[in-house]
């Protein structure tokens, strides 16, 4: 019998032994999944987000900036065990996000970015995950969901920005203080810190008349499509009466005259419904004119703390005022489109934002000895080395 045939005819009755058989092969044990080894993946590049502004000529010193973080993240994690470890680098530098606001020449914003996918025992065999819920950043020169809007489009500043609330800080890792914008996740987790000269973080505060006037655009707008809704409406309405007094379609003028009048009904209650909103709204803008005008210059600068945006601007029971809003209120800040030293080449490294999202679920054994030996090998002193001055 030669070895092509006896590897066929062993393979074919191995479809029929029993699980007692020697011939087949062990099950995979979750054990085992999470004792394979692996080397770090370096993934290729992410350039697809470049504003087409973004100076190429910077790229190289770029990648050299972005390539001793990624070094200094493998460091805290050299041996993958039980996960793959991948790892590229992005330029972000999107013309839609609100960084467009910052005045030309500003630090130029780019990132790494390293995630895991564990191995898990599927059919009887050791398989990879296809996503994964862990992910480490480095963002640079920028700010990458460290913290929660306000509202998506509805409170903006005056030059369009959004209002965040800060996160918390919910204890420290060497020294540095760990920031979370969480509000009650089990087992996912949603962590940064931030790397930053001195003191100065790249937020502002937002002030209570710069948050006050916010809700207040936000009752310009609602007024304005307000009364272009009842503009349309009537219109649509013009163009209905015209139609009905031209269409064969009724058998009686009465059929006709009830249609029109049903058509005229509803949109004039329509139209009252409305304008009892707007009074309402009009009567929250003076209120909030009134909240203003019985504060001192010093008030009005003070940063705003907000539990319910909508509750203030409603004047809703209990949250109508900036003292009742602060006992579960939390403060509220931009970005700082002043950030940075303009003396520095717009590549050097002025702030980091170091971002952990990672699981702790209980069968997540591997992602949580990544984590648990990332948080204790990180090298945060050396990564805040990285942040440049002087013109280097």
């Known amino acids: 019998m030669n070895s092509l045939f006896r590897t066929l005819l062993l393979g074919l009755l191995g479809g029929f032994m029993g699980p007692g058989s020697a011939a087949q092969a062990p099950e995979c044990r979750p054990e085992d999944a999470q004792r394979i080894q692996t080397p770090w993946v370096r993934k290729p590049d992410a350039l697809g987000a470049m504003d087409p502004a973004f100076p190429r000529k910077s790229l190289p010193v770029v990648f050299e900036r972005q390539d001793k973080i990624i070094r200094l993240l493998q460091k805290a994690y050299p041996n993958p065990q039980g996960l793959e470890a991948r790892a590229y680098r992005l330029i972000r530098n999107d013309p839609a996000n609100e960084y467009q606001l910052m005045p030309a020449g500003s630090p130029l914003r780019y990132s790494v970015t390293t995630y895991y996918l564990h191995y898990w025992c599927f059919r009887g065999k050791p398989e990879r995950s296809h996503e994964t819920g862990t992910w480490i950043e480095c963002h640079v020169n920028s700010l990458w969901q460290f913290m929660d809007s306000v509202s998506e489009r509805e409170y903006l500043l005056a030059n369009g920005q959004q209002i965040y609330y800060m996160p ?162 939390r403060p509220l800040v931009t970005h700082d489109l002043k950030y940075g030293d303009p003396g520095l080449p717009r590549h050097a490294i002025q702030s980091i934002q170091l971002l952990m999202k990672y699981e702790t679920s209980a069968d997540m054994v591997a992602k949580r000895e990544m984590i648990r030996q990332f948080r204790e090998n990180i090298d945060l002193d050396g990564l805040k080395a990285l942040l440049e001055s002087g013109g280097n």
Do not use: C
């Open 168 to 329: 918390e800080v919910i204890g420290e890792l060497k020294g540095y203080p760990v920031y979370s914008k969480q509000t009650g996740w089990n087992n996912q987790k949603h962590e940064s810190i931030l790397l930053v000269p001195g003191n100065r973080l790249p937020v502002r505060p937002v002030s209570r008349e710069e948050f006050v006037r916010s809700l207040q655009r936000y009752i310009q707008n609602y007024l304005k499509e307000n009364e272009e809704t009842t503009h349309k409406l009537e219109a649509a309405l013009k163009e209905t009466l015209a139609f009905a007094d031209q269409s064969t379609a009724f058998k009686t003028a009465a059929e006709r005259e009830k249609y029109k009048e049903e058509n005229r009904r509803s949109v004039e209650n329509g139209r009252i419904k409305r304008d009892q909103s707007a009074q309402r709204f009009r009567d929250n803008f003076q209120r909030l004119d009134a909240l203003l005008a019985a504060m001192s210059p010093q008030e009005r600068a003070a940063q705003a703390v907000i539990a319910d945006p909508y509750g203030m601007l409603t004047n809703r029971r209990g949250l109508g005022t900036f003292e009742e809003q602060a006992p579960k209120g």
